[in-house]
C-alpha cells in the first residue's frame, strides 16, 4: 500500500491511522472508561427509550451497532454516543403525533426516521456540509436545549406519578393533564420514583464516581421482585424478547414522509451539533489528535443509517457519557466498543432481569438529568455580554415551551439566520482619528480623543462588501461626512478589513469614486488586500480611482497628503 492510499484510508477510517500504534497500555485504560461508561449507560438508555416512547429495550439495541460504527469511522477519540435525552424528545414529539408511542406502528416510523437520520447526516458528510452547522447558534441551542429540559421532565411525571397523561407537545397540555390526574396518583409507584431520585442524588454527591443510576436500578429490580410490586399496580417493564433480534429493513412502504422531514432535518442537525460541539470540547483537552467535521457527519450518519437495521433508534454523543469516558482516561475509541460488547452481553443474558425494572425508576434516571441541560450560566453570560442574544436565546426558550420541540429549534434558526443577515447587511463603518504622539488610528467613537485631518475623514469598513451591504455602506459615507462637518477634500477608505467584493460592490464603488469626482474630492483606498486589489484591477476599478491613490496603510496615506499640502503652500 503506497503512501497515498494509506493517507487515505486513515481518513476515511481513522481508526486505521492509530491502531498500528496501539499499546497494551492504552488497551487497560479503554477497558475501564469503557466498562465504566457501559455501566452508566445501561440504566440511560432504557430510560432515553422510554423517554421516546419506545420499549426500554430499545435503548440498549441503540447502544450496540451504532457504536461500534462510531469507534470504527469517528475522529473522536474520546466521545461517547448513543441515546440522549434531546433525541428522545424530537422521537417522541415528531413520530409520537402520527402513531401511539410503543406500538408496532411506531416503532417501525422511528426506525425509518432513524435511517432518514442517518442518510441525510452521511450524504452532508460527503458533501462536506458541515460549516452548515455554524448557522445554529449557541443562544439558540442554549434557550432550545433549557426549554427541552422542561420538557423533558414533565414528560416523565406521569410515569413517576403512575397516572397515565395524554401524549402532547405542548407542556402547558401535560401540566394540566398532571393536575387533572393528581387524584389518582399511585402512592406507591410515587414513593419508589421519589426515593430513586434521592438516592441518585445523594450517590452522586458522596462519590461522583459511583454508578449511582445502575445502583438505583439494581435495588428497585430486587425490592419490586422480592416484594411483587407488579402485583401492587407499579408499572414495570415486562416482557424482554430474550436475545438479540434480527436485523430488519425500515420499512418505508407507508412511510408520511412531508409530515416527519421536520423531524429528521431537526435530529439529524442538533444531534450533529451536539456530538461535534463535545468532540472538540474533548480534542481541545487531547492535542495529539484533530476532529473533522465532514468525517463525524460521515460516521454519525453512517452509525444511525446502519443501526436502524439494527433496531437502533437515533443516538447522538453524551454529555454525561463522554465527560465519564474522558475522567476514567479513555484513550481510543475502543473504549465505545467495550460499552458496546457490555451492552450487548446484558441483551444476550440478563435481559429477563428487566422484568421487575418499574417505569417510575427510568423516570427517576431522567428526571435527574434534567437540572445538567438547563444552561443557567450561559444565560447568565448572555446577559452580562450581549443582551441581544440573551433575547435571541429567550425566545426561542418560550417559543419551544410554547410552541413545541420542532417549532421552538425552527423558529430560533430562523431568528439566527435574519441576525446573520442583518449583520451582514449593516457592517461596521467607523471614522477614524489619530491617537495623540502615535501613529495609530482608531475609532472616534471610543477614542474621541484622536486627531483628525483639516478637509479629510478617514472611514474604517470593517466587512467583505456585496450586494446586499452596499446601499448601507453609501448611506453610511454620507451621514459620516454630514458628522465630520468639513469641506471635503479627501475621503480616505481604510480596506485592511474587506476581504472580498462581488460584482455589484465593484459597480457600486465606481459610481461612488465618480461621485466625489464631481465633487473634487480624491478617494485614497489603503490596506487593500490582493486577492480585493486583483478584483479592482480586472474590473477596471484602480484605473478609475488611479493607482497613486492606493497605500499600505493610513500613515503613509496622511503622510503622502501633508507632504503635498507643504509642496503647495510654497508654491504659493
Known amino acids: 500500500m503506497d503512501n497515498s492510499d494509506k493517507s487515505l484510508l486513515d481518513r476515511y477510517i481513522p481508526i486505521t491511522d492509530w491502531l498500528r500504534d496501539y499499546h497494551s497500555s492504552e488497551l487497560k485504560k479503554d477497558i475501564r472508561a469503557g466498562l465504566t461508561v457501559g455501566i452508566l449507560l445501561i440504566p440511560q438508555s432504557m430510560a432515553y427509550a422510554l423517554l421516546a416512547g419506545l420499549p426500554p429495550v430499545y435503548g440498549l439495541y441503540a447502544s450496540i451497532i451504532p457504536l461500534a460504527i462510531y469507534a470504527v469511522f469517528g475522529t473522536s477519540r474520546q466521545l461517547a454516543i448513543g441515546p440522549v435525552a434531546i433525541v428522545s424528545i424530537l422521537i417522541a414529539s415528531g413520530v409520537g403525533a402520527l402513531a401511539t408511542p410503543g406500538s408496532d406502528r411506531f416503532i417501525q416510523l422511528v426506525l425509518a426516521t432513524a435511517f432518514l437520520v442517518g442518510v441525510t447526516q452521511f450524504l452532508m458528510g460527503v458533501f462536506r456540509l458541515g460549516f452548515l452547522m455554524n448557522f445554529i447558534s449557541k443562544p439558540v441551542l442554549s434557550g432550545f436545549t433549557s426549554a427541552a429540559a422542561f420538557i423533558i421532565g414533565f414528560s416523565q411525571v406521569g410515569n413517576l406519578l403512575g397516572i397515565q397523561i395524554d401524549h402532547s407537545k405542548y407542556i402547558y397540555q401535560v401540566v394540566i393533564g398532571v393536575f387533572s390526574q393528581i387524584g389518582n396518583v399511585h402512592i406507591t409507584t410515587m414513593i419508589i420514583g421519589l426515593c430513586c431520585i434521592g438516592l441518585i442524588l445523594v450517590l452522586k454527591r458522596v462519590n461522583p464516581r459511583l454508578p449511582a443510576q445502575l445502583i438505583t436500578v439494581i435495588l428497585a429490580i430486587a425490592v419490586a421482585w422480592f416484594l411483587r410490586l407488579d402485583n401492587s399496580g407499579v408499572e414495570v417493564v415486562g416482557q424482554v424478547k430474550e436475545g438479540y433480534p434480527a436485523p430488519v429493513l425500515p420499512d418505508f412502504a407507508s412511510f408520511p414522509f412531508s409530515e416527519l422531514l421536520p423531524t429528521v432535518l431537526a435530529i439529524a442537525f442538533l444531534s450533529f451539533t451536539q456530538s461535534i460541539a463535545l468532540a472538540k470540547a474533548m480534542v481541545r483537552r487531547h492535542s495529539d489528535y484533530k476532529v473533522d467535521s465532514n468525517q463525524e457527519l460521515f460516521s454519525i450518519g453512517l452509525a444511525n443509517m446502519v ?83 440573551f433575547l435571541l436565546a429567550l425566545v426561542t426558550f418560550i417559543t419551544t415551551l410554547a410552541l413545541g420541540i420542532l417549532e421552538g429549534i425552527g423558529i430560533g434558526v430562523l431568528i439566527s439566520l435574519g441576525i446573520v443577515i442583518h449583520r451582514s447587511s449593516y457592517p461596521n463603518i467607523v471614522m477614524l482619528g489619530r491617537l495623540p504622539n502615535t501613529d495609530q488610528y482608531r475609532d472616534l467613537e471610543r477614542h474621541p480623543e484622536g486627531l483628525t485631518q483639516t478637509n479629510t475623514i478617514i472611514v474604517r469598513i470593517d466587512a467583505s462588501l456585496y450586494f446586499a451591504n452596499i446601499p448601507y455602506m453609501k448611506e453610511k459615507l454620507e451621514e459620516l461626512e454630514a458628522e465630520s462637518g468639513k469641506t471635503l477634500e479627501q475621503v480616505i477608505i481604510d480596506a485592511i478589513g474587506i476581504n472580498e467584493v462581488d460584482v455589484s460592490a465593484l459597480h457600486a464603488l465606481k459610481e461612488l469614486v465618480d461621485e466625489y469626482k464631481e465633487r473634487d474630492i480624491d478617494v485614497i483606498f489603503t490596506g487593500v488586500k490582493g486577492p480585493v486589489r486583483d478584483m479592482f484591477k480586472r474590473s477596471g476599478l484602480d484605473d478609475v480611482i488611479g493607482s497613486d491613490k492606493f497605500y499600505l496603510d493610513i500613515s503613509h496615506a496622511v503622510e503622502n497628503l501633508e507632504d503635498e499640502k507643504e509642496e503647495e503652500s510654497h508654491l504659493v
Do not use: C, Q
Open 307 to 389: 443501526g436502524s437495521f439494527f433496531h437502533a433508534y437515533p443516538v447522538a454523543g453524551s454529555f454525561s457519557r463522554t465527560a465519564v469516558n474522558d475522567e476514567n482516561n479513555a484513550k481510543t475509541s475502543i473504549s465505545l466498543i467495550v460499552s458496546a460488547s457490555l451492552v450487548f452481553f446484558t441483551v444476550l443474558l440478563l435481559t429477563p432481569m428487566i422484568y421487575y425494572l418499574p417505569n417510575t425508576v427510568l423516570a427517576a434516571i431522567i428526571i435527574t438529568a434534567v437540572p445538567g441541560l438547563i444552561e443557567v450560566e450561559e444565560a447568565k453570560l448572555l446577559w452580562n455580554v450581549r443582551k441581544r442574544e
